[in-house]
């Protein structure tokens, strides 16, 4: 369902997750990259942008040409692209004018939604 293998995991210390995907020249090698979990995408990133292939998190309240700043100071720009059709999904990255690679942030929240079908809202207080 992902674009990507998860390899390792530990939410402990440095980033939260090695994965491995196919590589775009050679499809029987695979490329090793970092992902970060977050429950909410926010203005401020507490780890480094540098060697992150990719951001998961549950929400974002963040709207299109939002600035996020990393602990070293490096800001990125969200930008949103709506999905193109009916097997596709939007996309949110972390650009920057400056670095060679852009980020993925995977919304859960839309992901889900919009590859699955799956709606979440708030549950109803008991009475």
Sequence with gaps: MFPFRVID???KRGYDALVSEPTVRD???ESIYFIEFKYM???EFNHSFDHLAAVICWDSRLSEGA???DIQGKRRELRITEPQNGIDYTRYMLVSSTEPHN???LVLKDYLHEKLGIE???RKKAT
């Design 41 to 43: 995408l926010g203005e």
């Design 27 to 29: 499809l029987t090698k």
């Design 120 to 122: 979440f809202r708030p």
């Design 103 to 105: 980020i993925e942030v």
């Design 9 to 11: 995991y530990d939410t």
């Design 67 to 69: 600035e996020v700043t």
